[in-house]
């Protein structure tokens, strides 16, 4: 189902008047030239919450419910509880399967548009405890959560809007009923770190749709479990626009918000406003310069690629042979990661209650394909000269927190790192460090050969990381170029790296 973009309810200050500095948020008076929006732009940064979310990197999904066992993708609310019975459901091995995979936390479908709760909510029967699992005394979403506490792994639920059990879908009420089950998610089971919303807003059992009060739930999520990011249908984190794993070679986690007028939230410190129609969401370029040049206001709004590791997003037994292959998995890593974004990767439970062996297998060989690739990085100790930079040293000590940059503001640069011998590489990597804002447009890499520069590398955006897989070179100078970045470019990082698969 394609996500509808609905509100956008960025984090600012109501009492800072028009400041760029470091918001995710700044709304742009009429006149406001183009270069003042590119340079406010450029300082726009994460809130807290949005940057621990993308140092994560990796996320999981686990579809698992009424659909597990009766093999659809989308149930009509009328299944019959009974059918819900896990022989050997075991939480815990489901969040260390991904945590020894490099996920840092996971999603549970609370709740899919079938209706059918996995928790003992007191707002409906159409849940576990009709069911013969545990006698009707088990809890999924407790079990997950437990998991997650005990792994140190984040933990978040996916709340579906679109309810095709309610009675009261299509009616005032409903919202009422989503503010409870909410509630009991946000307040039973500890701390909530991600609560993903899909856009998907069918008919429900009397044929109604419902308008979703997308306002009133961030406000109570903002107040129960201020940390968590609402993703998709939410204010922090964007879809990516595809469900295939790829993400956007140009990926801007400042894009424009317009229609400013509409939806003030009132309380605290938010400020809500409308996203551009939902058609933007899937475009090429969302943030370019020619997207905000006619910007009423600019949002710090990243993007999140959620793909299934099976065709499904759900456990068919009849995709064992097609769970993605190790291969195909590190490809997913280099077009979501690799391209700005958060990856979403989804690893349904099967009918037992367990990740099947087809997807732990393909998780540990593709962990393990990672940690073999990034395990040295080929420019450390080489020698690294540039005519206009500043702590250069920066790029290669590992650390997040500091950065290379220019002097005096300079939009442009030129790096040459002359390694001790030469070395074969077919992958690199480079970040840009968010905590001072997104900015380069555009950058190459060169090799060195018989003393010609020859570029391996001609790309647009970097953000938070960027990586690219390329035919192997070998060389002992290359040379990365900053060809244009909307302020003096901060670096955080750069790598290249040798690895066959
Ligand atoms: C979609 C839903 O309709 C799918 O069933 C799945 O949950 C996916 C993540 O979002 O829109």
Redesign the pocket.
Same mark, same amino acid.
């Given at each position: 189902?394609?996500?509808y973009i609905l509100p956008v309810v960025a984090m600012v200050s109501l009492s800072a008047p028009a400041r760029a500095q470091k918001e995710n948020f700044v709304s742009l008076a009429p006149g406001t030239s183009e270069q003042q929006i590119i340079q406010k732009a450029a300082n726009i940064v994460p809130t807290a919450r949005q940057l621990r979310w993308q140092q994560l990197e990796l996320t999981a999904?686990f579809?698992f419910g009424i659909n597990t066992f009766t093999g659809k993708? &989308?149930g009509d609310g009328k299944e019959d509880p009974a059918l819900f019975n896990p022989t050997a459901l075991d939480a815990v091995q489901w969040v260390k399967t991904m945590k020894d995979a490099g996920f840092k936390q996971v999603i549970i479908?609370a709740k899919?548009?079938d209706g059918f709760c996995l928790w003992p909510t007191k707002t409906t029967d159409h849940s576990i405890k009709s069911s013969p699992w545990k006698s009707g005394k088990g809890d999924v979403v407790k079990e997950v959560a437990a998991a997650c506490k005990k792994l140190g792994m984040g933990f978040g639920v996916?709340l579906s809007p679109w309810d095709r059990n309610a009675s009261v879908y299509g009616t005032d009420a409903y919202n009422e009923f989503f503010v409870k089950q909410l509630t009991e998610l946000l307040t039973w089971y500890g701390k909530v770190d991600e609560v993903w919303f899909?856009?998907?807003n069918g008919e429900g059992p009397n044929g109604k749709k419902q308008v979703y009060d997308f306002n009133r739930w961030y406000k109570l999520i903002r107040k129960l479990q201020p940390q968590a990011v609402i993703a998709i249908m939410g204010p922090d984190v964007r879809w990516v626009g595809t469900e295939s794993g790829k993400g956007r070679r140009t990926e801007w986690s400042v894009v424009p918000t317009n229609n400013l007028d509409q939806d003030q939230i009132a309380a605290g410190s938010q400020q809500g406003m409308l996203f551009k129609p939902q058609s933007d969401m899937t475009g090429s370029d969302l943030g370019g310069r020619d997207r905000i040049a006619t910007a009423k206001g600019l949002v710090w709004y990243p993007a999140e690629t959620?793909v299934s590791i099976r065709p499904g &997003?759900f456990y068919h037994a009849d995709q064992d042979e097609k769970v993605k292959t190790p291969k195909e998995l590190m490809q997913i890593y280099f077009t979501s990661v690799g391209m700005n974004s958060v990856l979403l990767l989804?690893v349904p439970p099967d009918k037992r209650g367990l990740i099947n062996e087809s997807d732990v297998r393909t998780l540990q060989q593709w962990s393990r394909m990672r940690k073999e690739l990034f395990k040295t990085n080929l420019l450390a100790g080489a020698a690294i000269t540039c005519n206009n930079g500043v702590n250069t040293a920066a790029l290669l000590d590992g650390k997040d927190a500091t950065y290379f940059t220019t002097r005096g503001g300079d939009t442009a640069t030129t790096l040459v790192f002359k390694l001790k011998q030469p070395r074969t590489f077919n992958a690199f990597s480079i970040q840009e460090d968010i905590r001072i804002g997104q900015r380069v447009e555009q950058f190459s890499v060169y090799y060195k050969q018989d003393g010609a520069w020859k570029p391996f590398v001609q790309e647009t955006t970097i953000g938070y990381k960027r990586l690219l897989h390329f035919d192997p070179v070998t060389a002992n100078e290359i040379k990365i170029e900053i060809e244009s970045s909307r302020l003096n470019p901060t670096i955080a990082s750069a790598g290249l790296y040798f690895y066959e698969w």
């Open positions: 189902m394609r996500k999904f579809h993708e &989308w479908t899919h548009h996916y899909d856009g998907a959620d &997003w989804n």
